[in-house]
Each structure stands twice: as C-alpha cells, then as structure tokens.
C-alpha cells in the first residue's frame, strides 16, 4: 500500500482503525463462499458518514479500490476483494439514529446486527419481517445491499420492500440523500430502489431508513411428508390458488431430510420425498382457520403425515428440521456449496427433478431445499475443493442448474447476489443490453471504478449450456 | 529453512486438514466470541478468523508474523463457538493442535521455560508439589514474602493481575464435618480430586464428598491419581501432559464405579476428552464415566429431597456464573441451575450472559492480563446488574476470577463468590 495513502487513511481514523497486519489483512480476504480468498492492503474502521467521505477522497487521489464490507456472510464473494484495495468494515456506525413510533420507521446506521434490529423494533410491538437465516451475524448494511430475503418473504416481502431512505457516499465523495419516511414520493427516478442490492457497488450506504409494521400477535406452525415430490409441489400452488398466503412456506427433498434425520435424530419420516413446513401468523382465528385449511389441501394432495405444533416448544422441533439443513448436508462432505435458482413456483417439482438429473448426470451429490412459496430453491452441493476434477464437474452441474431455472422462467439467484461468483452468468438473465445498461449506471456512478470493482460484471461471460431435459 | 517454511511445516504436521475444511466461514460463531466482541469486533480475534489464520499458515499461503501468534495467544480457549457453529466446527481441537505446532518450534526466553517446567513437569503434574506451591502462596499471603514466591519461577507467570488474585486466595483451610444421611442412593462412584481443587480448595474437595455421602452414594478415591493435564494441553503441552492422562485412565479402571465425579469444570471438560487423546476402549470408558458434580447429585436424588423441605424465607439473591468449559464442552447448563433453583432460604437470579467467558479461561488471566481484565470488567457491570450476595461458580479458575472481580470492583462487604459446593453444604448444614 501506497505509504502516503496509508498515512492519510492514519490522519483520518487515528490509528488503531486502520489495520494492515498479516493477521488482519488475512482475516478480512474472505466471506462465506467456499473457495474464494485474496487479501486487501488496509482495513479502514471509519465512525462516521464525514469519514468515509475523506476515505473515498484518498481513494480517488491514489486509485485505491474499495470494498464495503458487513459482516462478510454473503455467499457471492461480494466482500472478497478484487485487486488489493482497502476493506471498509461498519463495525463502529451500528446504532440506532432514530426510531419513530409515530410514523413507524426506524433509522440505523449500516453496521448494526440484524437481528439486534428485530428484537429491539419487537420489544416495542413492532415487526421488521425480512429474516435471512444469517440475521443472527449479518448486518442490516449488508442485507440492504444484497436485497436479502428470508422464512417470511412469502407474505411480508423482501428487504427492499422496507427500505424507505438511504444516505449513500458515492464514489466521489458526495454524499446523497434517498427517499425518506414519506408514505408517498415520486419525486425523479427511484435511486432507493437501485441502490438496494446494488452489492456495494453503486456507493457506500451510511444510513438506512426502514418501514416498521405492527407484530403479529399469534403464529401457528405445520409440516406435511410426501411420497411424490410433485404432490409437494401441486401442495404449494394450490395453497397459493386458494388465497392463502402463508408466513412460511419452506421444503426439503429427501436428501436433505436423510442428512437431518442423520445428524440430529429427530424421528424424520426418511422414505418420503418431501416435506413442507408451513406457518401463518397474525389474528388467532384467522391463523386457526388457514393453518387448517393449508393441512386439508396437504392431506388432499396425497400428505401422508401432517403434524399441527400445539406449542411454541414443538413449532420450534418442526422447524429445527429445516433450520439445521445446511449444517446437517455440510457434515456429509468436506466443502458445501450453497446455491440459490429461483423458478416460478408452479415449476417447483419440474426444478428439483431438472436438479437431480443434473446432479446424477455429472456425478455430484446434491441436495436441495429451500422457500417453496416463493420457488427459491438452494441446491447444495456437498464436494471437495482438494479435488480439482470434481470442482469441475461441479462447476459444470451449477451452471447447468442455471441454465434449468431461466429455461423454467426463474433466474439465478433469489437472494445471494451476483458478487464475484455469479457474475460469468448475469448476461444469461439480464441479456446484453440488460449488462450494457447496467455498466453504464455504473459507470455514471463510479467512473474511476473504485467501489468493490470486479463485482457483478465478469470479465467473460460463461457459455450457456443449452441443454434441454 | 525460513521460519514461514517451518511454521508451514510443523502446522502440516499438527494441525488436521479435515477439522480445518469442516469450517464453512458462515461467521455464525461470531456473536458467542468473548475475544471478538472485546476488541471491537475485530475478525482477527474470532474464531473464523483464527480458523482462516491456520488455514492460511497451513497452506502457505501468509508469511509467518507476530500479529498472526498474537491472534492464537489472544484465544481465550472458552470454546463458546463450538455451540454456536451449525457446522460443528471442533474448534478446541483446533487450538489445541494451534498452540502445539506453534510451541513446538519455540526456544522460550529463560523465565518462561522455567515457568513452564516448574508448572508443566512439576507443580501440574503431582498433587503434593502443588500443595507444596500453595502453601507457599499462604505464607506468601500471610508474611508478605513477595521474593520467596517469586522464587518458585510458576509465579513469574502472574503479573499485576497477580494482586487482586491473591487478596481472592482462601483462607487455610478447615477439616470438613459430615452431613447426616438422608438417602440411600444405590451409586458408586470415583472421586477426581483435581490438582488446584485438591491444594488451594481441599476444603470444597472435603464438602464435595460429604454431600455425595448424604445421599448414600459410596466415593473412592484411586490412589496415584494425576493433575488432568488440560493446562498442559491447552498450553501446546500436550505430549508432557500425556503421561498425566495415561496414568489417570489407568488408575481410575474398575468396574467398581458408575461414575468419575470431578467438581472443577476445566478439568472435567478435559477429563470428557481423553477419549481424543487416547483412544483405546479404557480411555473411551474413563471418557464415558466422567460426570460433573451437579449432574451427579441430581442423579444421587438431591432434587427430590430438597423440594421436600419445608420452605425458608428467603435471605439471599444468588447467580450463577458458568464454567465455560462446563457449559460448551460437557453441555451442563440445568443441572447447576437446577439445583440452585432448589435451595431453600435463597433466591435465584439468571446473570445476563452468564454464558460469556470470565476471562478466567485456565491461566489465560496471567497471560493476557489486559484483555482478561477487560472481560472481566464487562462481567462485573452484568453482575451489578443483578446485584447478587453470593456468585456461585462450578470451577476453580472461575471462582478466583469472580472473587478477583469483586475485590476489583470493591464489593466484598455484600458480595462473595464461591463453589456450588460450597454453597450447597453450608445451606444444608444450617437446616441441619
Ligand atoms: C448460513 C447462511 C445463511 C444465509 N441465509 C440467507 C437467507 O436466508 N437470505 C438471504 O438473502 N441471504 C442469506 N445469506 C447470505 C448473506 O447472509 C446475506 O447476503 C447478508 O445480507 C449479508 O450480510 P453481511 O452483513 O454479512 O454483508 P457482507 O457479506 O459483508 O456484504 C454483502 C454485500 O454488501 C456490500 N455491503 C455491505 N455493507 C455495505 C454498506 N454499508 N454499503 C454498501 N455496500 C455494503 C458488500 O460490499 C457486499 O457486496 C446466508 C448466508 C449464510 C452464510
Ligand atoms: S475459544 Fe472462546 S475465545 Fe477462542 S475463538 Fe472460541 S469463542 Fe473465541
Ligand atoms: S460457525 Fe463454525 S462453520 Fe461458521 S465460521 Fe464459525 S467455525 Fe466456521
């Protein structure tokens, strides 16, 4: 790193927030994607929007790139830097700004917890719904910006749909100001909107404005085993076709239940094809009343078990299953990679068994789970990085499994992003114009390239398979 | 060869590939870090980070530095993450396994070596030396001969910290009466004395077994028996402390008992594990048999005879501190509860994130004295929180801690900390 650079980033933090030891360089070249690592040169803690603004000065000055960072779990090497660069952590802007109880909205900095962010909003009867499984450590900065969806996206939206108002740094150093806690506002191009799930590539995001509702007062949980996987699937539409629209509505197929049942020993049926976890909450007679109706049209569609929690104990042993899935797959292998295809949910059954052909074709092992209200499966490949033969054929299966959710009308992720990973297959969604377009907002909004580069847009583009089943 | 090339070398060696892959990087164990959220939630100090550390060291992937040892040394060993981590991560293991390639390359500065002989070779390894050390830390205590003790080089290893320890030391300890009898539970089991718990607490060794004879449970004592050898191993010391684990396994053989009882939650963390170490079908029984002093009473029917008696006014607030290793490794949370739960004449109070390390963690407080402190301070604020007369602990190391941090926090005139045992004999033998 640029000594002169190194310095200033000192006058700026002082000099116990900026970090550049073997040690910590190390510890901050990774996320949560399996085979991905390069080390950043400095790791810059800044306590303030005014900071981060002199920080992007330096950058520019210097040609520095920079890579916002949350608590680095996403699953697209979105944190993983590029070509060096500094690593930008929000670990001392994680406080509440202000919570507003009369027009329901709360502003917080982009570091705090997530889940922090739930439990406190409930301790004053108030609901923020998005809940990605990782909300115990990841960030609300880094939910935002990857648009994260969760359990309850089914009948509460994703993340997006909460986020009224930002204050962004952009690339130059001004600061921008987003939306605000208005009900309604249509004042130029929606730069909220763009902004969410941008990745951290558009411009470092200091303060996020979010929507609250009032909690739910009752919840009320369910599972159904089936023999055929499409009997899961007609499940799940018709629910949908008889307007219900559940909290949660989550599936495992039989792998996925074989590694639980292995790992935990709850007394899973292990000779079914799928199962079905299904929750409603809000008014009590309503809950009584769908949860009853979603258990006749199980049994109606050939379920053969359908268990009714009478308690919050057992709703949470009903839910421990899909909970632990990915935990339990990763005991079966060495290196898990989780997926995330999306396809409409009618083409829910038609997905899994594209999945398993795939799978059995290239002679990998994977297992798949995921919402099946909303079609966003995670296919799971249990492998081995040591063994470069099979990460191959892994490769190939994956983009495959792509190619199988657009044919299907989906897309390549639901909630993980694009980062680096995924990035070779974005022109199969978006099109060429659809990248062109992309890179010009980009361009427009960092021309030097130096917010978290080397993200989103590949260098190449991956070849698509084509291949019909 | 470099010293990156033989760190390399010696970690390839020590340090298991597939433990190392089990590793996701999912951050889940974060939250539960005691380092990690001390030093403002710096990645180096949590367990993902040292787990990527020893990758990286592994595969060669870093240059070998200070900042990287630093990380390692910094771990407190509580081994809060191995709960928390979905994938089952076998963390101690890999710390373990850490601080034994890195000990292996070291040529340590005179004091240290001495240090660690006399703790290591001697004072850990055979009850009477320590008794011996500790009675010297009374004298210590009672004529201020600070240079004698310095003396015994083990003491070079406490610092400033040193100061509030020794006002937490007991007092010289007092023979311990029996307890009338009040079942007859049909168990048998082995008693772990335990080399600190056997010198510096005899006395709670005493009371361990007077409660375990109040419920007819018959305790024997196998002579020959050795220090457990955690500190050994949690130390890089893990080939010296092999012989304490051998000999113990041994002596502790027979069908005789149902159970290995040990009332020192470090220990039997460490005693839960030999099975690791020694895998052969006796280490894997000895493994099997070991047993906490809470779970065992509750076995023994103490539950059932105190929600008998008749009920006291209450007189005190009582916490509970866990011992980590308890806690994490041995999985008992309730049983101490449980039982606190049941005493009469007190009532028990939860301790806001009881299961946070005290910084305790072994001799860890001696070694890292800041962070440890500043641990240490963050426990005492949730225990004003509660405000409690008596913080039991299930662990020497703990308990000193805990006393430390009343004594730091000037407390001691309406706070004490003792051993669940402690407590336990002292309320049943008022209602005597
Ligand atoms: C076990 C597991 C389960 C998961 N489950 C889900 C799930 O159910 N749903 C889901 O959607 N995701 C899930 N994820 C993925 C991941 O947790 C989410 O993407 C999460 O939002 C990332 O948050 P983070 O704080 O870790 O962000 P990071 O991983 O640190 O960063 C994510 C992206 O956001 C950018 N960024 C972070 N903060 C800022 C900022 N302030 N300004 C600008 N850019 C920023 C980063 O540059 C990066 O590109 C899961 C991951 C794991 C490991
Ligand atoms: S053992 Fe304790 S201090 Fe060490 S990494 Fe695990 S949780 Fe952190
Ligand atoms: S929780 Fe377990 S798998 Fe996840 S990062 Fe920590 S040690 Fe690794």
Not at chain 1, 336 to 348: C, K, M, N, Q, Y
Not at chain 2, 112 to 120: D, N, P, S
Request: one cysteine or more.
């Amino acid at each position: 790193m640029n000594e002169r650079a190194l310095q200033q980033f000192q006058n700026i933090l002082g000099k116990e927030h900026v970090k550049n030891s073997t040690a910590q360089l190390l510890a901050y070249s990774y996320d949560a994607t399996a085979n991905f690592q390069r080390m950043p040169e400095v790791v810059l803690s800044p306590e303030s929007a005014q900071q981060i603004i002199e920080i992007l000065h330096v950058c520019n000055t210097f040609n520095i790139p920079i890579i916002p960072r949350g608590s680095g779990t996403n699953l697209a090497a979105g944190t993983v830097p590029y070509a060096g660069g500094a690593v930008l952590l929000f670990n001392r802007m994680n406080r509440v700004i202000e919570f507003d109880q009369e027009n329901l909205t709360i502003t917080v900095q982009p570091g705090m917890i997530s889940e922090d962010l739930c439990k406190f909003v409930e301790s004053h009867g108030l609901f923020y719904p998005p809940d990605p499984s990782s909300m115990k450590i990841s960030t609300i900065g880094g939910n935002v910006s990857e648009n994260s969806g969760g359990l309850r996206g089914l009948k509460y939206g994703v993340t997006k749909d909460y986020v009224k108002g930002l204050q962004v740094v952009l690339a130059n150093g001004q600061l921008l100001k987003t939306g605000g806690k208005l009900a309604k506002d249509v004042a130029g191009y929606d730069l909220t909107s763009l902004l969410v799930g941008a990745e951290g590539t558009l411009g470092i995001i200091t303060e996020i404005t979010l929507k609250l509702i009032p909690l739910p007062t009752k919840k009320m949980t369910s599972v159904a085993y089936f023999h055929s996987l499409e009997d899961a699937a007609r499940t799940v539409s018709q629910i949908i076709a008889s307007k219900i629209i559940p909290v949660t509505l989550e599936f495992l197929d039989q792998k996925t239940i074989v590694a639980v049942e292995q790992f935990m020993k709850i007394g899973l049926p292990t000779d079914v094809e799928a199962m079905l976890v299904f929750e409603q909450d809000g008014d009590e007679t309503i809950v009584m009343k769908d949860i009853n109706e979603m258990t006749r049209i199980a049994k109606e569609n050939g379920a053969f078990i359908t268990q009714l929690a009478k308690d919050e104990i057992e709703a949470e042993k009903i839910k421990t299953a899909r909970r632990v899935a990915l935990s339990a797959l990763s005991k079966l292998r060495p290196t898990t990679i989780l997926e995330d295809a999306t396809v409409p949910r009618s083409a829910l059954a038609e997905m899994v068994r594209r999945i398993n052909k795939i799978a059995e074709r290239n002679n990998v092992n994977i297992a798949t789970f995921g919402h099946a209200g909303d079609g966003n499966l995670h296919p799971t490949c249990l492998t081995d990085v040591r063994d470069h033969e099979e990460m191959e054929r892994v490769e190939q299966a994956f983009a495959e499994i792509f190619e199988a959710a657009l044919d299907l009308g989906g897309t390549i992720t639901g909630e993980h992003g694009i980062g680096e990973m995924k990035a070779p297959y974005l022109e199969w969604k978006v099109g060429e114009s659809g990248i062109q377009l992309m890179k010009g907002i980009k361009a427009v909004f960092d021309p030097n390239n130096i917010i978290n580069p080397g993200k989103i847009f590949a260098k190449e583009t991956k070849k698509r398979v084509m291949l019909h089943v | 060869m470099s010293k990156t090339g033989l760190m390399q070398q010696s970690f390839e060696h020590h340090v298991s590939d597939d433990l190392l892959l089990d590793c996701m990087r999912c951050g889940f164990c974060l939250p539960s870090c005691p380092t990690y959220l001390h030093m403002g939630q710096d990645e180096t100090q949590s367990p993902r980070g040292r787990i990527a550390l020893m990758r990286a060291v592994r595969d060669g992937f870093i240059e070998w530095d200070s900042s990287i040892e630093r990380s390692f040394d910094l771990c407190l060993g509580c081994r809060a993450c191995e709960p928390a981590c979905p994938a089952g991560v076998q963390y101690g293991t890999l710390i373990e396994q850490t601080r034994e390639a890195i000990q292996s390359l070291k040529t340590p500065g005179i004091v240290e070596k001495t240090a660690r002989k006399i703790a290591f070779d001697h004072l850990f390894v055979e009850q009477k030396k320590m008794g011996k050390a500790v009675s010297l830390v009374k004298v210590y205590q009672k004529s201020g001969l600070q240079k004698a003790v310095r003396k015994i080089g083990f003491l070079n290893l406490f610092p400033k910290h040193m100061k509030s320890m020794e006002a937490a030391l007991p007092p010289v300890e007092k023979p311990v009466a029996t307890l009338r009898k009040v079942h007859t539970s049909p168990l048998k089991v082995a008693f772990f004395t335990g080399c600190l718990m056997d010198t510096l607490y005899k006395e709670t060794n005493g009371k361990t077994i007077a409660l375990l004879e109040m419920l007819g449970i018959e305790v024997t004592i196998p002579d020959g028996q050795k220090c457990c050898g955690a500190l050994h191993g949690h130390s890089g010391e893990l080939a010296r402390g092999l012989k304490n684990i051998e000999q113990n396994i041994e002596v502790f053989d027979s069908d005789d008992f149902d159970y290995i009882v040990n009332n020192a939650g470090g220990c039997g963390a460490f005693l839960k594990e030999y099975e690791k170490h020694l895998s052969t079908e006796k280490g894997q029984r000895f493994s099997q048999k070991t047993i906490d002093i809470s779970s065992v009473l509750i076995k023994g029917g103490l539950l059932d005879w105190l929600q008998a008696l008749p009920k006291r006014e209450v007189k005190a607030v009582v916490t509970y501190q866990d011992s980590c290793h308890l806690r994490n490794v041995n999985g008992v949370i309730t049983e101490p509860r449980a039982i606190l739960n049941n005493l009469p004449g007190i009532v028990y109070k939860e301790l806001p994130k009881a299961d946070m390390c005290c910084g305790s963690a072994g001799i860890y407080n001696l070694l890292q004295p800041e962070l440890a402190g500043e641990i240490l301070k963050t426990k005492m604020y949730h225990v004003k929180e509660i405000n409690p007369a008596i913080i039991v602990t299930a662990n020497p190391g703990c308990l000193l801690q805990m006393q430390a941090g009343i004594h730091l926090e000037n407390l001691q005139q309406n706070m004490q900390a003792m051993h669940i045992v402690d407590l336990v004999y002292s309320i049943i033998k008022e209602n005597e």
